[in-house]
């Protein structure tokens, strides 16, 4: 079975704090992706990377920041975090062999800043 | 204009009803359409996806794709309770990379 595992559920941080998410996969995938899910806006793509350190902006990347120095591994970090990034991220993966390939996700990590 | 269009809903239908979901998307060079799941506090999952145009069938779901109204559609046949779940389209942009998502749409199947 497919696993992309978020390392939090539930976080809570303060404003201004510096806040890593980390998302590893164990599939040997070589897509990797950071959504956030907002109520009304559905899923936004913040970062996505497909290669050992590329990584590429999605549509909302201001605010954020990225780190893949390994391939299962997939981290978004929030510089300076801000209430406005209170949100559900959730993490995905996918292989980029076969065409129409699934996105695999993990449970989400459901963050409050405060 | 979104390159995907998705009604948000909320959708509820009695038990054992056909519920039909739909998107609609503006660039027609996109092939690959996709129906993911997703289960309230969970990620989204993978239901079915079709290329280019026409039906595909899997148990009680059928997803059909009119690519000359660039129209997608998931027909869920004798819903059930468990179907209760918001179900997102997406497409797969061309460089097989980028999932381009649809708001989701917030079904609810009362027993």
């Known amino acids: 079975d497919v696993k992309v595992t978020q390392s939090s559920r539930y976080l809570v941080k303060r404003t201004g704090e510096k806040v890593f998410l980390e998302c590893v996969q164990d599939m040997d995938h070589e897509n990797m992706f950071w959504y956030r899910q907002d109520p009304g806006l559905g899923l936004r793509l913040i970062y996505f990377?497909?290669?050992?350190?590329?990584?590429e902006k999605g549509d909302i990347p201001e605010g954020y920041s990225v780190s893949r120095e390994k391939k299962e591994r997939f981290s978004l970090i929030l510089e300076s975090a801000s209430t406005n990034q209170t949100s559900m991220y959730l993490c995905?993966?996918?292989?980029?062999?076969?065409?129409?390939?699934?996105?695999?996700f993990g449970q989400g990590t459901r963050l409050t800043v405060v | 204009q979104k390159e995907v269009e998705q009604d948000p809903g909320p959708l509820s239908v009695p038990e054992g009803a056909i519920v039909s979901l739909n998107c609609t998307y503006s660039?027609?060079?996109?092939?690959?359409f996709m129906w993911y799941r997703q289960y309230s506090r969970k990620g989204p999952e993978l239901l079915m996806y079709t290329y280019s145009s026409g039906n595909k069938e899997d148990g009680r779901f059928t997803a059909q794709v009119d690519k000359s109204s660039k129209y997608i559609s998931l027909f869920i046949r004798d819903s059930q309770p468990s179907d209760s779940a918001t179900y997102l389209c997406a497409i797969l942009a061309g460089n097989n990379r980028k999932l381009i998502w649809g708001l989701g749409t917030s079904l609810a199947v009362n027993p």
């Open positions: 990377s497909y290669d050992v350190k590329m990584k």
């Open positions: 995905a993966s996918s292989s980029l062999d076969r065409v129409g390939t699934e996105a695999f």
């Open positions: 660039n027609s060079a996109f092939q690959y």
